[in-house]
């Protein structure tokens, strides 16, 4: 008897074309202060900076971005972070496409979402309760979430979940005018990891080499003067709340958008 083989997911055509449309929206303006025009149910244009007020209000002449609309409308979205979310979510179905993932993939893909969503309070209690800015948090995660991969044995759903959280520096950095891989690799280079700690090598407010926690970013992009620098010295911080409410509304998403793809 021939073995079955599992069959891959991908978002139905149209629909992921509109979420790719809405990724650009979400790309140009993310992390600088850019308005976005968009064209209401009353066909009055506005100026927003918010991608959230687009969801809810936009009501765009192209069928395919108005079925990314639709879809991103069914759950309720986060307070802060819409963009974060849009482009987290066509990171992670693009490659999800690309490597192939079967429904396997999928259920764990949504499981790292939901453990990642659990993890930040660790993160945020070795930087007083507080989430750091400039995408740091997201960077974070990869490596715990790579280690929970592990765990449930699948390196597929890894990969899909790192190469989403990179894209959001990547696309953080190239918005504010920098070069997106020269900062991630120099960000790389200058961040923590589980086998060592920089306070063991002399540098102040690392930290302490008795914390399980030894990977936490602090070395982020400061897009106001376009350098490196401790994010622990600049006023933004990120709250708890709204990281985990994007990773949340990044997988009921995926469960709509793969659920239709299922249907077809």
Not at 232 to 248: I, Q
């Amino acid at each position: 008897m021939l073995k079955r083989m599992p069959r891959t997911i991908a978002a139905e055509q149209s629909l992921k074309s509109g979420l790719f449309k809405l990724r650009d929206i979400a790309a140009c303006a993310y992390g600088n202060g850019k308005w976005i025009q968009y064209r209401d149910a009353a066909g009055t244009c506005k100026l927003t900076m918010s991608m959230g007020e687009i969801v809810k209000n936009a009501s765009p002449e192209d069928v395919e971005a108005s079925k990314a609309l639709a879809v991103l409308s069914t759950g309720t979205l986060p307070e802060n972070g819409v963009k974060s979310m849009v482009i987290l979510l066509v990171s992670l179905l693009e490659k999800a496409e690309n490597l192939g993932c079967t429904e396997a993939d999928v259920n764990a893909v949504y499981a790292l979402l939901e453990y990642a969503a659990e993890y930040l309070p660790a993160i945020a209690k070795e930087n007083g309760g507080e989430l750091l800015g400039s995408v740091l948090p997201y960077m974070t995660l990869i490596k715990p979430l790579n280690k929970r991969a592990r765990e449930l044995g699948n390196e597929r759903a890894a990969a899909t979940m790192e190469y989403a959280l990179t894209t959001l520096l990547l696309t953080f950095t190239e918005a504010n005018g920098a070069n997106g891989y020269g900062v991630y690799e120099r960000m790389k280079a200058l961040a923590p990891n589980q086998f060592f700690s920089l306070n063991q090598v002399g540098i102040e407010r690392s930290i302490s080499v008795d914390s399980p926690y030894t990977d936490i970013w602090t070395m982020g992009f400061d897009p106001i003067d376009g350098t490196i620098k401790d994010c622990r010295d600049m006023a933004y911080r990120d709250k708890e709340e709204d990281v985990r409410n994007v990773l949340l509304a990044v997988k009921n998403a995926l469960q709509v958008i793969w659920n239709i793809a299922a249907s077809l």
